[in-house]
């Protein structure tokens, strides 16, 4: 099923394919040097670049980013400030920029967030992780047991790259069954530098877990994973257990950098792996 609105943002994303000892060096520097750092000390230096990000100077990065990152010259137009802002008063403002219309879809699943499917199948064949000294099953990212999520569910893995839109929505109408927050690391997000195990982070990453229970009984598993310069991430309004939530209402916001994981009863129809998906397309 097609959706009905025309693309918010450039419809690609290019996939780098960095030769292996350079990502064998940047893993190294993002999990052994960086993510060797106690949690709190990566939360504190985070924050601290972030507000960088809020200062009004930062506003002047905006027109030089929006020409280098995006084709389309009235992108921007199609977005409004933050808040009910009428301007754009710094850059964290553009990072979190909110849509002037939700994109229209009859689509009972739509994708939740934008950015690159940098992983993609069912929970039983994906397998395990190595994490620190630990190997882990993909049911650590949703904070679950093994049996909580049938083998036949899809995973699937969305890095939000930094030009990306920062905001993510509910895949399909429900109810939202379980809030939990997981503290952790905030390693580099950036998946083709971890090769064959894109994602790694959102094992190790602080991260907000929500389930979300549809009409048919179905859960939608969300895992919401902040990275390196995320201050924070903020839960929408409204976002409460046991609260209704519509296909495509608003569930979060990250303030700089992000990864979006999805346990889900179907595989999508229309995506594969190292493609382009986007806020309200259909899953």
Known sequence: MQTSARYYSDPSFTVFNVPLWRAKCYRFLSVNVWGALPSPWQRSLSKAYTRLYSQPFSRHIIPPYLKWHYNDRNYLSKFKPPNGGTTYRNFQDFFTREFRSLPKNNSAWVWPCEGLLCDVGKIGALGMAQVKSDRRNLHTIFGVKKDDIPEDYTFSNVFLHNKNYHRIHSPTDGTITRIQHVPGDLIVLRPWIYKQNPSLPAFRNERYNIDITDSSGKKWHLSIVGGPAVGSIELGMNIALGAKVRKLQEISVFYL?????????????????NAFVEVGASY
């Open 257 to 273: 950098g992000s990864t979006c994981c999805m346990a889900a009863p179907l595989a999508p129809r229309f995506h594969q792996k």
